[in-house]
């Protein structure tokens, strides 16, 4: 018996689309997989055969190609069929193209309700440093009595001042970690205005160009086509304050603010 046989036919789910084509998108999967859709009444799910287990590499470079590959292929989606609704890398459903249509009939209403509110809508990322420096002077400039200890401070002998400026540092320290709340939440309030919807994100990839600078926040946004410019506005106006950086990436599918249940 072969090992397809074994494991079993599957197919793997890149995305659903708000459209009930039966279409063929060609080798461009993973693996270049032949992609195509499978649909139910107006709607369809983008997939590639498959056998029913998971897609497991050691080599990092070759997981690397399966998940452009996977973005790639919800892409060429959303420029074929607007906003679709995407799955996370690596969702099979075992079964073949009846058991998929039994499931699109099965959570039919809610993808159809999922695709309506993200109609005409894309996500974008936006992450807003600061250079701690400029922010360490600010503290000291507008503290009174910060500025005061650090001028003592540099009056007195090195092994003398020791304690003291451990003391200067971790309350510079408590002030800077106040100030950057502080900001994120006045930066989150104006870009609030401009999107639909919006998430803080507690973790986030700070690209290496970023390395030196400190990060005040990451936000998801999802964003209506209408509004982007006026996001691409206020963010260009925290962008042109001394000292702030902004780094705005996008427009991707909306995977931060779909919230079916996948499979």
Same mark, same amino acid.
């Given at each position: 018996?072969?090992?397809? &046989?074994?494991?079993?036919?599957?197919r793997?789910?890149?995305?659903?689309?708000?459209?009930?084509?039966?279409?063929?998108?060609g080798r461009?999967?993973?693996?270049? /997989?032949e @992609?195509y859709?499978?649909?139910?009444?107006?709607i369809?799910?983008?997939?590639?055969?498959?056998?029913?287990?998971?897609?497991?590499s050691k080599?990092?470079?070759?997981?690397?190609?399966?998940?452009? /590959?996977?973005?790639?292929?919800?892409?060429?989606? /959303?420029?074929?069929?607007?906003?679709?609704?995407p799955?996370s890398?690596d969702?099979?459903?075992?079964?073949d193209?009846?058991?998929?249509?039994?499931?699109?009939?099965k959570n039919?209403?809610?993808?159809?309700?999922?695709?309506e509110?993200v109609k005409?809508?894309?996500?974008?990322?936006? &992450?807003?440093?600061?250079?701690?420096?400029?922010?360490?002077?600010k503290?000291?400039?507008?503290d009174?009595?910060l500025?005061?200890?650090?001028?003592?401070?540099?009056?007195?002998?090195?092994?003398? @001042?020791?304690?003291?400026?451990?003391?200067?540092?971790?309350k510079?320290?408590d002030k800077?970690? /106040?100030?950057?709340?502080?900001?994120?939440?006045?930066?989150?309030?104006k870009?609030?205005?401009?999107?639909?919807?919006?998430k803080?994100?507690?973790?986030?990839?700070?690209?290496?160009?970023?390395?030196?600078k400190?990060?005040?926040? !990451?936000?998801?946004?999802?964003?209506?086509?209408?509004r982007v410019?006026g996001?691409?506005?206020?963010?260009?106006?925290i962008?042109?304050?001394?000292?702030?950086?902004?780094?705005? !990436?996008g427009?991707?599918?909306?995977?931060?603010?779909?919230?079916?249940?996948?499979?």
């Amino acid at each position: 018996m072969s090992e397809v &046989q074994e494991v079993g036919e599957g197919r793997y789910l890149y995305c659903i689309i708000n459209s009930g084509v039966q279409l063929n998108l060609g080798r461009i999967g993973i693996e270049d /997989a032949e @992609a195509y859709t499978i649909p139910y009444k107006d709607i369809a799910v983008v997939v590639h055969s498959c056998q029913a287990k998971p897609y497991l590499s050691k080599d990092e470079e070759k997981a690397k190609r399966w998940v452009f /590959a996977h973005n790639y292929v919800i892409d060429k989606a /959303a420029e074929l069929f607007g906003t679709v609704l995407p799955f996370s890398f690596d969702v099979i459903i075992k079964g073949d193209e009846g058991t998929v249509k039994d499931w699109l009939s099965k959570n039919y209403e809610k993808f159809k309700q999922e695709l309506e509110k993200v109609k005409d809508k894309a996500e974008y990322t936006v &992450q807003i440093f600061c250079d701690q420096d400029r922010l360490t002077e600010k503290i000291l400039s507008e503290d009174g009595d910060l500025k005061a200890l650090k001028e003592k401070i540099e009056k007195m002998p090195q092994r003398a @001042a020791y304690l003291l400026q451990r003391k200067l540092e971790l309350k510079i320290k408590d002030k800077i970690s /106040a100030e950057m709340s502080k900001l994120a939440e006045e930066f989150a309030l104006k870009i609030r205005e401009q999107v639909e919807e919006m998430k803080v994100e507690e973790t986030s990839r700070v690209p290496e160009k970023y390395k030196d600078k400190k990060l005040i926040v !990451t936000l998801s946004c999802l964003v209506h086509k209408s509004r982007v410019e006026g996001l691409g506005k206020v963010l260009e106006e925290i962008n042109v304050r001394e000292g702030y950086i902004v780094r705005f !990436t996008g427009p991707w599918a909306p995977f931060s603010f779909v919230t079916f249940k996948e499979g």
